[in-house]
């Protein structure tokens, strides 16, 4: 096993400033498109500029986007966040599609959160003093010396009786009640 995990940053889940309960805000600030004017390990930058970059540019109005051309090296996409953190992607050799993939990751994201070694995978800032919920919390001390399967313990607790289980209730009652007054009248007839 690799411990190469060990040397990322740790953190926690979160979204920045609660981004999404009201209104949504991309945190792409900045998208910085290096490339050489006539490198072959750039062709898929120089198509995305040529053919994509003004639509996305129009679409994306809160993202700046700034165009660097640079002699003799590799194309390279740099994505800076409002939190202050930079993503640095090499695209040497990617097509114009896996460009676009590559930006869009980059839009979609809130900064270095994928290099992030999660420390546990939920995280409250207000911790509370009874400890979590379980789903065995409020049950009662006779579930817990009962064995599995059990069908009593299977039945759901509000399933409204049947019609059919209503009519055998009553005649069940006037049955009872029709064999109560039968005794009644033998026992009359008897002590007469």
Known sequence: MSNSHLFLKSGFPRAPLQNGLGRYVCQLQRLTL?????????????????????????ENPGIVVYVKPRRHRTPVLVGEYLNGDREWLSCRNSTQAEITKWIELLKTQNGSSSSL?????????VPSIQGPWTPF?????DAH???????????????PQTA?????????QQKL????????????KRAE
């Not at 290096?34 to 040529?50: A, P, Q, T, V």
């Not at 009640?177 to 009359?188: C, R």
Request: proline share 4%; hydrophobic share 35%.
């Open 164 to 172: 059919t289980e209503k009519l055998i209730e009553l005649f069940k």
């Open 117 to 125: 070694r999660l420390r546990k995978m939920w995280h409250t800032d």
């Open 34 to 58: 290096k490339f050489c004017k006539n490198n072959g390990s750039s062709r898929g930058m120089r198509d995305f500029i040529e053919n994509h970059l003004v639509d996305f540019a129009k």
């Open 137 to 141: 919390l409020l049950r009662s001390p």
């Open 145 to 159: 010396s009962q064995t599995y399967p059990s069908t009593e313990a299977s039945q759901p607790f509000d399933v």
């Open 177 to 188: 009640e029709a064999g109560a007054d039968g005794v009644d009248v033998l026992e009359q």
